[in-house]
């Protein structure tokens, strides 16, 4: 599944473009001449003005307005943390799944939001005036100043506005070529309409998982509420056009892909390739093999550790692929290439003269960057210490100790801004199960001593006495950070409050915070600051070449682009564009992952064995596109983003247009379930369908 | 640890040297005058025929005679499976240790056989005259044949001639340069006399394995019995010098490094690189998760999973660190150098004309592998059916028929020079623990279908209406073939009994046999025969250039080197030859694996703390050397090869001298231990120590 990927891997990111054959274009720079030629259709402003406003950034995921009455259409993947919320050990939401059949019966999903894209301002020219003839360290501490300066100013101003607060986001685009801010309009109260089982949602489970022909519903509807607890008002939707799309059809994606790493150097990439990708695929792979294994232990056990095991073995599947995309030294070959032509055009050009030699520049800080890989990733960010309990403790002790500073000396992440969502995630009484803490907290003690070796001071520090497992356990036994009102205390109570704290998670944040802070900084001044600088840079000489006649990295902001409904050719064999109800059935067994929820078996002849299930088009999409709709010319929603075919993991460095292709479910499929199998009429009619 | 790596991922070996520094010689071949030059000391045949029949190899290790009467010293990592093979659950032997305080006290390893080399005989003559003017494949499959009739007219000879009957094995040296006889006499019947805790054997665990400053008493002590019962007689034995080696002091390793690949090609380093370590990585962390939780459901599980979760993190440690070499592009870089200064040696010389590029037909069948590498791991080699009970099956399947063919027809394992080990395998009635049996199975089942796709045949077949959890229950729970006596039967019953089998382990192996053969011969003939042919041709050329001024690449066989006793610098940091018991009681925790033996704590006080517990040397040395006797030039044993340093693993691929360094542990703590701690004056008098 295009699940979004955490930045902890890609944290670093920064430089120059080079495959980009699709394009994940941004809405003020469409290239609408582009689609024009290659497509002989072209999108007004109204057209894009709407489509832009229908769209939504979940926490996770993309999504839909499909009504006018705030109802939100999305996948089931990126509902499955709500449903987990209401769910019990009597009640698996995730596996039965819900249908609210009267609005006060909608669940709220606590650590969701709905933000939509009000407004774009290009404040580059502001940054680059800043940091002007400051050395690197110093231009990176200036920028992100800048930034949370403008971010600041700009939440303020709206405050006064005639449309209300927005959240002012500073986007990089372009490796520092280009700072914008982004404002949106945040619905803070999203709450849960209708899920399917995830029987059907996520038919053929984790084998299945980047493969095409697939039968997937990975649906889910939620709604938006006002903060006067009412049904928000959307005029703004996307209407379901019932038939979905056909073969060939230009069809576009809007949404906001998470990452993509296609202007990363050759440096850089060969520090995911030998260090950051096996590294994480070692540990995770061993998580996963715990996680399974404690999943047997019985139904309980089951059911919770479900929704991490999900997530994780689509991360591996995305990693391993990428590894294999990177070991392919063809990629590699090509990007040197390209950056021997750049350093050409310097030498070049009289204009970029005393631009020195950036890629060198990077080289060097990767070096750097492989030295600190270890201690930075397991004390800093957290593969250490995997524990949702130790995050809210550590959340709880940074943000005692920065909220009191000025705004923009603070961690990022505690500057005004950001500390909204912080604290979202720090209260939201979200289900903390114990059992699951001292397995992921025991295992990623145990690899911090494994790779930093047991006579690392952090190691001598936390395992003297005290087995991987022996800590885990009284710490997670001892800690009432589960408690959600507990939080909330040490959160209000500031420094005085977590300073008195016996909690042992807070006493273990405490203990390791020094050394964390210790470890971000050189990474941020000796990795980061260079990077930075030398991106900027290369991003200078790109733009002399290319302009913006290339899209930018995906940042998980909004994009658009367009591409058709298409297969591929898989070796030998033509894959075709679509798949229809009746291979379900066939394709069906007795047991997970290849299911069939009984709600479907007991319709199976009610159900056109011809309707149109899911498909493939060659859009260009990565994680984050999740839950993106599929539109046609006339703005109508023809499909559900769910996926990319498993070459489309390769799509994070570039976008090979003979094999991606983006997986989409059928509104045929979607409109023939919600009738036939969860006689969803309100729903329906809501989406004005009879 | 110094575990040998089964030969499954390395099964494809074949190429040139590249940077022999140190080097594994061969006693037929071993550098008198290099050693003489480099060191003034000079060592006669008499003693190289002397440390030679001193030397034993087990079926998993080195080993050496250290009394007369057939005593034999090894590692405990070497007979943790006796050690098992006599656990129960109320008694665990790996744990608790073990010391025969009579002859008839002492435990017979059923699985155990001590191989002692008698003689050599290089038969590269008759190998090429059997394959000249043949094409690849022919010379492959003649190559075998050719081999296998060698060796059983050497064994049927040895049985009429004074010595008695020996064991004969084809020996390829240098990749196809030389082909020899090695003909050991076998002792049957090895019986375990002592073993300390595991506790202390291996002090620091995995978090310590490759680790040096080092503290294990990594020893077991075995003994040879005769066929008639009785303690086997051995004059020739290593004498302990009891005050072990000095710092800077020569020292020699005898025994039988498992394999390195120092003589491949790029291209077959890079499949090595790129697809089979970070699979087989992927694969192996996610197990060792697997057993790990399961170790915790409870005491008895924790028992039966410790031995396979030990090996296997050995082997992730080794294979992570032969990962890290090879992502070195600085590895690859020379090699391709080498290779082309190789190239330009075949132009000059007329003689060598017509060889071709035998490097790009490598290139070419690694092209192949890369396609054939998935199904051949799954079906072929195991990967997809992860259990000692389809082992035993498929051994059965196989064995019944292949044993009535022509002796030259049969799968290679199934040779008669061969038989004896599977049927000794195959009969050794050592523990199934369906628990463990049921978890490789289900984890390995999974893995083929996520790996090769939930509609590839093999796949369906099995998978289409079980998960891989109920197969692989009802597969173990339906299953005889954990009693010896049902093996027996059906392994003396031939095809007849195959054929009339229920058992569901023989009808699963039965059912994926002509798919498993199919891949096989695929690979065989497709992979193995152009690149057996091709590093026969770059052997050619090697030894035009180097003469036998290299070592080959280790294949388990009998070698001999020399190094000094010597610490390294590890970045800033001196790190010095030996340790000593006092800081192993400094390190010492309250838990594993860093908890000391009770047996040792009752003591401490008359353990002198300056004795020499663990030291380094620059021996070159790799996974089958565990065990080996470290020698001083008067042919004493002064210690106990059991591990190497964390950059020994890149030994595999280049001996690096300022870095690569053995682990050994002392006689002084061997001795000091066996008085003090085990009191075991029996063994100590028998090895000549009042």
């Not at 042992?504 to 050189?522: F, G, H, S, W």
Request: contains cysteine; negative net charge; glycine residues 6%.
């Amino acid at each position: 599944m295009r699940r979004v990927l955490l930045p902890a891997l890609l944290a670093l990111l920064a430089a120059p473009p080079v495959f980009s054959d699709a394009g994940m274009w941004t809405f003020h720079d469409f290239p609408r001449e582009l689609l024009k030629r290659e497509h002989g259709v072209d999108i007004d402003s109204a057209w894009l003005d709407r489509v832009r406003t229908s769209t939504i950034r979940l926490s996770n995921c993309t999504a839909s307005f499909i009504s006018p009455e705030g109802l939100i259409l999305t996948n089931h993947h990126c509902s499955e943390a709500c449903l987990d919320e209401h769910s019990t050990s009597e009640q698996n939401l995730v596996r039965a799944g819900f249908l609210a059949r009267a609005r006060d019966k909608e669940l709220k999903c606590t650590a969701q939001v709905a933000d939509v894209l009000m407004g774009t301002e290009n404040v580059t020219a502001k940054v680059s005036a800043a940091i002007h003839g400051l050395d690197d360290k110093a231009a990176n501490d200036t920028r992100k100043k800048t930034l949370a300066q403008l971010e600041q100013a700009c939440e303020d101003a709206s405050k006064q506005a005639a449309g209300g607060a927005l959240k002012c986001e500073a986007v990089d685009l372009y490796q520092g070529g280009q700072y914008w801010l982004y404002k949106y309009h945040r619905y803070d109260d999203v709450r849960l309409v209708f899920a399917p089982e995830r029987g059907i949602a996520a038919f053929g489970g984790d084998p299945d998982n980047f493969q095409f022909p697939r039968w997937c519903l990975d649906m889910s509807v939620l709604r938006a509420y006002g903060p006067d607890g009412k049904p928000a008002t959307t005029p703004n939707f996307l209407a379901l056009r019932a038939a979905g799309p056909q073969a060939g059809e230009l069809v576009f994606v809007s949404g906001h892909p998470g990452s993509t790493q296609r202007l990363l150097t050759v440096a850089q990439l060969q520090m995911l390739r030998d260090v950051d990708l096996p590294r994480w695929l070692l540990r995770a792979a061993e998580l996963r093999g715990r996680y399974i294994q404690f999943g047997k232990t019985g139904a309980e056990a089951n059911r919770i550790v479900e929704d991490p095991l999900n997530g994780l073995e689509n991360s591996i599947k995305v990693r391993r692929n990428q590894l294999d995309a990177l070991l392919d030294d063809r990629l590699l070959q090509r990007k040197s290439a390209e950056e021997a032509s750049l350093r050409a055009k310097i030498a070049a050009d009289p204009a970029l003269a005393g631009i020195g030699d950036p890629w060198a520049d990077i080289t060097r800080a990767e070096v750097r960057a492989r030295e600190l890989s270890l201690p930075y990733s397991f004390l800093e960010q957290g593969a250490g210490f995997n524990s949702r309990l130790f995050a809210y403790a550590r959340a709880l002790v940074r943000g005692a100790a920065e909220r009191p500073k000025t705004n923009t000396d603070r961690l990022t992440e505690y500057r005004e801004t950001a500390l909204p969502r912080v604290q979202r995630r720090l209260l939201a009484p979200v289900p903390v199960y114990p059992q699951l803490e001292k397995l992921t907290l025991s295992f990623s003690l145990e690899r911090m001593r494994e790779w930093l070796g047991p006579d690392a001071p952090i190691v001598r520090q936390l395992l003297s006495k005290d087995s991987p497992d022996t800590l885990a356990t009284r710490l997670v036994d001892g800690s009432h950070l589960g408690d959600a009102a507990v939080r909330k205390q040490l959160w209000e109570g500031g420094q005085a409050a977590i300073d008195a704290s016996h909690d042992p998670m807070i006493e273990l944040a405490r203990e390791v915070d020094a050394q964390a802070r210790a470890v971000r900084k050189q990474q941020e001044d000796e990795v980061e600051a260079p990077i930075e600088a030398a991106a900027q840079k290369i991003a200078r000489v790109r733009f002399k070449v290319y302009g913006t006649t290339v899209a930018p990295d995906a940042t998980f902001t909004l994009r658009l682009n367009f591409g058709t409904v298409q297969g591929w050719r898989e070796g030998s064999q033509e894959v075709e564009p679509f798949t229809h109800t009746a291979r379900l059935f066939e394709r069906a067994k007795g047991e997970e992952p290849f299911r069939i929820p009984d709600s479907w078996l007991a319709v199976k002849d009610q159900l056109d064995p011809q309707t149109r299930f899911d498909l493939s088009t060659n859009n260009d999409i990565v994680g984050g596109n999740s839950g993106s709709p599929l539109i046609d010319t006339k703005g109508r929603l023809v499909g559900l983003i769910f996926d990319g075919n498993i070459h489309s993991i390769a799509g994070d460095y570039w976008f090979d247009p003979q094999l991606n292709r983006a997986v989409a479910v059928d509104t045929q499929i979607i409109l023939e379930a919600l009738h036939k199998v969860y006689k969803a009429n309100e729903l329906l009619a809501e989406m004005g369908e009879k």
